[in-house]
């Protein structure tokens, strides 16, 4: 049996902040664009890509904590909720099993 570099464990960890990152930078899809702008004029001014650096930093914390709290605060159920009610095949197997749709 092969040995496992990583643990199992780390592995769903690794992957739970990967999504918290990614949802959050989902949410700021748009804002990126005017992030990009800003270091694209700043480093064609100041011929320095230091301020470029750091508001990308800021720019990956907040994505990270905005996609923390997404799902920290049931946005994420929500969400997936609203994608349930025009699903054919869910709204079929609600009538089934008689479910209700989730009040949360």
């Known amino acids: 049996m092969k040995k496992q570099l990583v643990r199992f464990e780390y592995k769903v960890l690794f992957c739970?902040?990967?999504n918290y990152l990614d949802t959050g930078f989902g949410l700021l899809n748009y804002v990126k664009y005017f992030l990009y702008a800003y270091?694209?004029?700043?480093?064609?001014?100041?011929?320095?890509?230091?301020?470029?650096?750091?508001?990308?930093?800021?720019?990956?914390?907040?994505?990270?904590?905005?996609?923390?709290?997404?799902?920290?605060?049931?946005?994420?159920?929500?969400?997936?909720?609203?994608?349930?009610?025009y699903n054919l095949f869910i709204e079929e197997m609600r009538k089934k099993y008689n479910l209700k749709k989730t009040k949360q």
């Open 39 to 85: 270091a694209g004029a700043n480093i064609i001014s100041t011929q320095s890509y230091s301020n470029a650096f750091v508001a990308g930093f800021i720019f990956l914390v907040v994505c990270y904590f905005l996609g923390y709290g997404w799902y920290h605060t049931d946005m994420a159920r929500a969400s997936a909720e609203i994608g349930n009610r």
């Open 16 to 18: 739970l902040h990967k």
